[in-house]
């Protein structure tokens, strides 16, 4: 079975830039991953934010993007809000199903 | 307006079994891709499996195949999960999930039902 790695957590002050990556266990993460970016605040069900590599959602704001990066994918928020302080979960196409990373708790300070 | 409800959790037994629901509206249910998450209590997000909008495909992640099982009623615009020989490790929130564009999934969630797996 496929594992997919994040970040456990990461620190980012308000108005910075920052970048959560998404590994997986068998290699690069390739276009045919076809990842998918995730935002869960506490108590909330998840929403999503990005999906197949970059194309956002008509409900995701313009600072989140998508991309590929150093054989990974990556979620870069620019211009961070306090009100993105959250978990941020990555999704993977293995070929046979889907696999979640574990996770990116993101905190602005 | 997508709408997606769960219903269905509670408290079940160790071994026991268990059927989830969830009432989609607000989108054409049998042309959308659906799909099952789950969350453990304190946990990051366990993709379950999905299933294709004629229901003829269904996908699951390798751990849980042959104990759970997707399904869905287009007629009736519902989805379902039937969990069995449940154990503790399957205590969780269980989200059902719409997909949307292509290789969108689970672009559209529910609240999720909490289901409780103890003696």
């Known amino acids: 079975q496929t594992v997919v790695t994040q970040e456990p957590s990461l620190t980012v002050s308000p108005g910075g830039t920052v970048t959560l990556t998404c590994a997986s266990s068998?290699?690069?993460?390739?276009?045919?991953?076809?990842p998918n970016w995730f935002q869960q605040k506490p108590g909330q069900a998840p929403s999503s934010l990005i999906y197949?590599?970059?194309i956002k959602h008509s409900w995701t704001p313009v600072h989140f993007s998508g991309s590929l990066l150093g054989g990974k994918a990556a979620l870069t928020l620019s211009g961070v809000q306090p009100d993105d302080e959250a978990e941020y979960y990555c999704l993977l196409h293995n070929g046979a199903g889907w696999v979640f990373g574990g996770g990116t708790k993101l905190t602005v300070l | 307006e997508v709408h997606l409800v769960e219903s269905g959790g509670g408290l079940v037994q160790p071994g026991g079994s268990l059927r989830l629901s969830c009432a989609a509206s607000g989108f054409t249910f049998s042309r959308s891709w659906m799909s099952w998450i789950r969350q453990a209590p304190g946990k990051g997000l366990e993709w379950v499996g999905n299933?294709?909008?004629?229901?003829?495909?269904?996908y699951y992640v390798d751990s849980l195949r042959g104990r759970f099982t997707i399904s869905r009623d287009n007629a009736r615009n519902s989805l379902s999960l039937d969990m069995g020989r449940l154990t503790v490790e399957d205590t969780a929130t269980y989200y059902c999930?719409?997909?949307?564009?292509?290789?969108?999934?689970?672009?559209?969630w529910g609240r999720g039902t909490a289901v409780t797996v103890s003696s």
């Open positions: 068998t290699g690069t993460v390739t276009s045919g991953h076809h």
């Open positions: 999930a719409r997909g949307g564009a292509d290789f969108a999934e689970s672009a559209y």
């Open positions: 197949d590599i970059y």
């Open positions: 299933i294709s909008p004629d229901g003829s495909g269904t």
